[in-house]
Each structure stands twice: as C-alpha cells, then as structure tokens.
C-alpha cells in the first residue's frame, strides 16, 4: 500500500507518454517510482508509449499545491480529464517555475528509469516558432488586427499577474464589465480569464456587480453556442439573459446602455480588428478601464492622441503569450493599457536618462532630416529639440517624466542614409517652469 501515515513524503510530477507529446499529467503522489509504474501499465506496457516524468518534487501538501495548479493553469487542462495539460516546452517551463516558486515546494527530486528504451522525446514545440514562420511576436497582433483573426484569448495568470499590482479600493462597490466575449459557463475552463477571475475574486475584491457579454461570433472561443448572452453576478446571485436579437457586441445599443449606465470599470482584452473603434467606446464613455492591445499602440497613429492627451497609459505588464482556440500557446507581443494611476512605475529604472553627451555612441543617431534618434530606452535630459523613441521608452512610463509628444496626428518614420528604420514617435522635454 502507499504510505499515507503523516512523514510520508509527498510529491508533485509532470508524467508524459511518449506518443502524446502534446499533452503531459500533472498529478500528486506519495510514490513516485509505483505511480510511473501505474502509468506504463495502464498503457499495456507497450513498448512504444512509454511514460516518463519530466519533472518532480517533493513538497509539503500535495492536495493544496495539485490545487493550485488547477485553478493557476485551468485554462491548460483538457476537457476529458482534469489531469491532463497541454505540452509544449513554454508551458512546461510555466508549470515547472510555478511549482518551484511556491511556498510549500521543497526539493526538486530525480526518478531514474531502469529501462533504457523508456525515453520520452521531448518536443520543443507543438506548432512552428515565429523565427520558423519569419514573424515576430509584434506582427502577430498587428497580423490579427489586418486579417480579423481576434480569436487569442488571454491567460489567467497574466489576469493575475496584472489585477494584482492595483490597491483592491479601485473594485470597493464597483460594477466591472468585461464586454468582448468574456463567457462563463460551469466549466471553468470555457470561462474567460477575465470573468473567471472577477467570479472566484467578487467578495474578496469587494465587488458591487460583475456583468460580462458574449459574442455571438463565428468562432465559439468558449463553446457557448451561436447566442449572445448578458451574465450578471450579484453577491450570490447569478443570471444568465439572452435578450432577443442581442449578439454580444460590444457596440449593440444593450451593451452600451450597460457601459454608460451601469459600468465602472472595463476589463477585457478585445478582438484586434476592433481595437480603434473600442478605445474609442471605451475611453468616450470615460469610465475606468484595465484592457489589453496591441504593444505597438503608443506608436500608431490611431492611438497616438490618448497617449498625447494623457487619456491611457501603459499598465504594469507585457503578455507574451495567448492561447488559440484549441488552447495552443501563441506568442504574440500585447501589453495592458489603462487609466487606473500607476503607482511608482517599476519600468521607470529602464529609462536611461542623462545628458546626450554620456549617451553611448551605438544608441543616437540623426537620421536624413537630422533628427535625433535614440535606442534602448537611453533618453537625453538636456535636448531641447523634438527627438524620436520606440514605443518601449512610451511603455516605460517617458511621459511621466517630463517628456510630451510633438505630434498628436502622426508617428515617426526616420530614414538614414535612405534606408527607412522602424516606426517611432516624437517627443520632446517639456518646458520648465
Ligand atoms: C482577443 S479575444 C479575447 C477574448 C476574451 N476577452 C479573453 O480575453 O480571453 C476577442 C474576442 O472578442 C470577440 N469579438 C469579436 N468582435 C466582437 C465584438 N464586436 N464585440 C464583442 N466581442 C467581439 C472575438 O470573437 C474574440 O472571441
């Protein structure tokens, strides 16, 4: 029998078969060596899908961590079986720095396998990298954005991740709503990130009322059928309503009589090819906002003006990574946007400012119509003609620091030497005094 005495040690694995390398278990037990065993016969001990583990650790209590991991990577567990994740070498390398990090981890420990013919391929990738397909993580979004494909949808622990760095009085009372297809239904794991983490945070966040739409779109993100819906949480009290002819956008006339009259605060990550015309409902309705966009929105000319104006900054977080509609990881370079105040922004120590003199030679440049240019993030604190950054210096929080933009209407586009460089914008030191 296994040990369940007390002192018996506990542990928490990730397990792979060699023919599902898409898919790997996590899972806890008081034994390993007997669990792997279990496994491989479970397979009929065919020699050609053989389980492995990838990972394992002793910890303290395996229940509450196995826990965790639930509901930290719902998103990432199949439908048929609680036990099973998606695989692929970035979310295994989130699995494993989770479990490393928590209070209750104690030691990673090692099994060694005595067959030599039990080895596990371990796949790097379960769909091509970007460098394979000649893409970066930023054109993914701006990609999306030309051909309509909105179907990314955002994780929970980047939800976390965010929500977490705001003080909880900005929710005391507030009625939140997430308008861009953020579905709830029993299972969690057709839930959005965003509803799921208002529903499971409602009285610890002390919210008044959460209200979330879906969207009767094309593609189901969150298999809930050809309808759009109103989901509405108050304290306990949960109800679904399918008003006739509502389609969940964002725009029909029930979801903005729901943002003028109702809505404090916006939380969603909305679909790409409508991101002009949402911040511009959104931001319009004035109301508060935590979204997520495009990481290039500071540098493109439709969205200039809010950064100008001072109507949304950058929030505290990048997001690297979205999931598709068959759950698979995407990297894709977002970034979240609000009008939330960001309190002593952590990005402020990238910005390098100092007098243009001190910054290194590789980093300025003046272009074909002797602009300055300046790169990674090194900013001059003694010019005072317009001079242009990346959106990354915006990001960083440069005009919190004395900085403007020149112009509302345009982004930048140098040439040196005729040879066009990449987008920037223009700023330039604010008067003194
Ligand atoms: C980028 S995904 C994000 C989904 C979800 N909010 C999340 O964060 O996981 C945007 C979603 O908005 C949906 N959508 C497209 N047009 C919409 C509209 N006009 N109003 C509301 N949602 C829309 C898309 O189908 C897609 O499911």
Redesign the pocket.
Known sequence: MTPTSEKAKQYIYVVQASLEPGKCKIGKTNDLERRLKEYNSMTGKSKDNVYQYLFSAEVKNMTKLENEIKVMFLHLREEASKEIYFYNSALFKGYVEFINAHKLFVKETFIKVEEKKQVVKIVSRTTPSLEDRGLSPKDVLQKAQKVNN?????RYEDVEKEFSMYPKKIWKNKTVF?????AVDDDERNT???SLYFIQNFHELGLKKLIC?H?D???D??NQGAKGYIFTKVGYKEIKDFPKGYN?????PL?LKILEEEADVVC???????AIDYWETVIKSGKKFLI?SNIANPITKAYIPYFKENRVWAGYHRIDY?LNPKKELVEASGHWYTNFPIKNRPKYKHLKIMPLKEIPEKYKRYDDSKTLLVDHCYIPSDYKKPFAVSARSILNGLLEKGYKIVDKNADYIAFVNGKQCFRRILVQKEQEG
């Open positions: 909105d179907e990314f949808y955002t997430c308008n861009c297809d953020d959005s990130a965003f739409t969207y779109g094309v593609v993100l969150f969940g956008s964002f725009d029909h979801s969603t990550n909305p679909p790409f090819s409508r997520v979205f």
